[in-house]
Structure formats: C-alpha cells, structure tokens
C-alpha cells in the first residue's frame, strides 16, 4: 500500500527547501566565522546561534515530508558565499537572502494551494510567519548598524553595536504583537 500523501511536485519543491535550508545553515556559519575574525564577537554568536535555527528549519521538513509517507533527500550542499567586505555587506545580503528564502517559501504554499494540499499548505503556514520574523531580525540590525554610522561608523559604536547584538534576542517583535500601549 502507498502510504504517500504527497504529490511529485510537493515532494519534490519540500525536498528542494531542505537544501536551502541547510544551504542557509552554512551561510550563516561562515558569516559567523568571517565575524569572529573580524573582531565582532557579538555577530558571530548571533550567526552561530542562528545558523542552529536554520538546521531545525532543515529539520521541520525532512519530518514532515517523512510524515506524509514521502522520502526525504539530503542532497550536497553548495560552497558558502565569498566573505562579505563588511559589516553593512554582511548584513545587507543575510537580508537578501532572507527575502530570497521567503520567496522559496511562497512557493511552497502557492504550490499547496494550487493542488489543495491543505496538510502542506498549513504546515507551510510556521514558515511563512517564521520568514516575518527572520527578514525583521535582520532588517533591526542594518538599522542598527545605520544609527550607528553606517559605512561611516566609529570604532566605538561598532564595539558597543557588536556587544548589544551579542546579547539581543533570537525572535524579533512582529507588528501582530504590537498595542497601543506596546507599539
Ligand atoms: Fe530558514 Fe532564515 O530561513
């Protein structure tokens, strides 16, 4: 008996998203090392921690494409990016990639949609929040980074910027928490 409840294409577009996935895991480290040499210890704990949260996210799909009956893939994955020339630069592609993963991530629960596999569709849902969260983290620290100077930024608030980004949260604050009271 076929226990699959997944189509061709569902399994195979959630298959392509565990590479990503961990694609996006091995970015992160290598961020996190090139910061580490670089002397900003705050950002390379933050990418160090974040790149285990992009390993669970690998980790999510391969449970759930097991979940449905599917086979999940692990694949090779590709060389990470060239070292980024500075901390605005590293910033602002950890943004573009994110923006790029939440497109993945669209298309994903497009596909869903389509071929109404509503299991997938609302599995997809915690990525479609979870990519709210990741593209406001990332964008809270080029706009940190821009109070602090931007490319023009003193050695001094680059230290204390790398000491506050070492201590912030994982999560950011989404504007579905925000109140009048708490905005
Ligand atoms: Fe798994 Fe940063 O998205």
């Known amino acids: 008996m076929d226990t699959n409840r997944l189509s061709k294409s569902i399994e195979d577009i959630l298959n392509k998203q565990v590479t990503k ?3 996006a895991a091995q970015i992160y480290l290598s961020y996190a090392v090139w910061a580490d040499s670089e002397g900003y210890a705050g950002v390379a704990n933050l990418f160090f921690r974040h790149s285990g949260e992009e390993r669970n996210h690998m980790m999510k799909v391969i449970e759930y494409i097991q979940e449905r009956g599917g086979r999940a893939k692990i694949s090779a994955l590709a060389a990470p990016p060239k070292d980024p020339k ?3 630069e590293c910033f ?7 923006v ?3 497109t993945a991530i669209y298309e994903i629960v497009n596909l869903a949609q389509k071929e109404k596999d509503w299991a997938t569709w609302n599995f997809g849902q915690w990525f479609v929040k979870e990519q709210i969260e990741e593209e406001t983290l990332i964008m809270d620290l080029l706009d940190k980074l821009k109070i602090a100077g931007g490319p023009k930024a003193s050695s001094e608030s680059l230290l204390y910027l790398d000491s506050k980004i070492g201590k912030q949260e994982d999560d950011a604050d989404l504007a579905r928490d925000a109140s009048v009271d708490n905005p």
């Open 21 to 23: 996935e961990a694609n």
């Open 86 to 88: 500075n901390l605005q």
């Open 92 to 98: 602002e592609k950890t943004f573009q990639h994110e």
């Open 100 to 102: 790029d993963n939440t």
